[in-house]
Nanobody, 124 residues
Framework: QVQLVESGGGLVQAGGSLRLSCTAS????????MGWFRQAPGKEREIIAA????????YYTDSVKGRFTISRDNAKNTVYLQMNSLKSEDTAVYFC?????????????????WGQGTQVTVSS
């Protein structure tokens, strides 16, 4: 089992930045590949970014490429999502998720553990 806790969400103006953190407790963090997802009201949960266990491989959905950066610090049991040039359409609840695999997945169903989510609101 692993418990995930997100932090860093909030209200920001369009064009601004936020950094989300997701800290894990329980089993060895480096055993998990990680993903960041978001869900806006009335929409399905979608993948934003993902990272392999070692951090050597990453994935970004097209809408955030060049603006968001996923990274991890296995010594701190934490995965980060640096979000720059935020847009109003980035407004959503952001979730981190973990799966016990070397490789990440882009589908929510492939992840076994989820955080409670953190709200990101971008005002235009």
């Amino acid at each position: 089992q692993v418990q995930l806790v997100e932090s860093g969400g909030g209200l920001v103006q369009a064009g601004g930045s936020l950094r989300l953190s997701c800290t894990a407790s329980g089993r060895t963090f480096s055993s998990y590949s990680m993903g960041w997802f978001r869900q806006a009201p009335g929409k399905e949960r979608e993948i934003i970014a993902a990272i392999s266990r070692s951090g050597s491989n990453t994935y970004y959905t097209d809408s955030v490429k060049g603006r968001f950066t996923i990274s991890r610090d296995n010594a701190k049991n934490t995965v980060y999502l640096q979000m720059n040039s935020l847009k109003s359409e980035d407004t959503a609840v952001y979730f981190c998720a973990a799966r016990t695999s070397t490789y990440y997945s882009t589908t929510p169903q492939a992840y076994y553990f989820w955080g409670q989510g953190t709200q990101v609101t971008v005002s235009s």
